[in-house]
């Protein structure tokens, strides 16, 4: 069984930064692309960004170059460091991952249960 955790979430004021993690564990064999979505009320889930397994990034047009996605391979986990934030940034960030279980194992995609951000004065 895999699970990711995603943390760091929170309430954070125009102009201010904050770092979201996502951690997977479970029965793990190897880990592809793992990436963050969000979510905001009223509309679909959309890509932030996503980091392959040699390091190769993607990111949404509207947070290139303020916010940067970054992983552990050690330690399975993703980072997602959000900085000049705004209003439309509030949403709920969730976390995920293509991995395989076994050798012989298809790539599945697994997903975070969310954590919420709000950009507000």
């Known amino acids: 069984q895999v699970q990711l955790v995603e943390s760091g979430g929170g ?5 201010g930064s ?8 479970g029965s793990i064999f190897s880990i592809n692309a793992m990436g963050w979505f969000r979510q ?3 509309k679909q889930r959309e890509l932030v960004a996503s980091i392959g397994s ?7 047009e ?14 399975n986990t993703v980072y997602l460091q959000m900085n ?8 709920v960030y969730y976390c995920n ?4 279980v076994a050798v012989l194992s298809p790539i ?14």
């Open 11 to 15: 309430l954070v004021q125009p102009g």
């Open 18 to 25: 904050l770092r979201l993690s996502c951690t997977a564990s």
């Open 40 to 42: 905001a009320p009223g």
């Open 54 to 60: 040699g390091g190769s990034t993607t990111y949404a």
């Open 62 to 75: 509207s947070v290139k170059g303020r916010f940067t996605i970054s992983r552990d391979n050690a330690k």
């Open 84 to 91: 000049s934030l705004k209003a439309e940034d509030t949403a």
């Open 97 to 100: 991952a293509l991995l395989r």
């Open 108 to 121: 599945m995609v697994y997903w975070g249960q969310g954590t919420q951000l709000t950009v507000s004065s």
